[in-house]
């Protein structure tokens, strides 16, 4: 059973910076995509950073610069650095893993991130 279990959100002043982490289970973030979403009250879920099984990352335009996605395959967890934030990151962040050459993919509960202006 996979398990994926987000930590780390909360409420901080714009400008101010945070570290979101996404510790797996049944699942080896290392050779498996992984990514980060939010979704914000009322608006669809958007793909904030990603990285695949090779390491190569991609991000949003507007987190571009400012977030940073990692990944310590020793304790099977995904890291998102989110500086320099902004009242329009608020929103819940999900993290994503899907497994690799198949369709099969697993949703964390979510962590709120509150950016206060």
């Known amino acids: 059973q996979v398990q994926l279990v987000e930590s780390g959100g909360g409420l901080v002043q714009a400008g101010g910076s945070l570290r979101l982490s996404c510790a797996a289970s049944?699942?080896?973030?290392?050779?498996?995509?992984m990514a980060w979403y939010r979704q914000a009250p009322g608006k669809q879920r958007d793909l904030v950073a990603e990285?695949?099984?090779?390491?190569?990352?991609n991000y949003a335009d507007s987190v571009k610069g400012r977030f940073t996605i990692s990944r310590d395959n020793a304790n099977n967890t995904v890291y998102l650095e989110m500086s320099s934030l902004k009242p329009e990151d608020t929103a819940v962040y999900y993290c994503?893993?899907?497994?690799?050459?198949?369709?099969?993919?697993?949703w964390g509960q979510g962590t709120q991130v509150t950016v206060s202006s």
């Open positions: 049944g699942i080896t973030l290392s050779i498996n995509p």
């Open positions: 990285i695949n099984n090779r390491g190569t990352t």
């Open positions: 994503y893993a899907r497994r690799v050459g198949t369709t099969y993919a697993y």
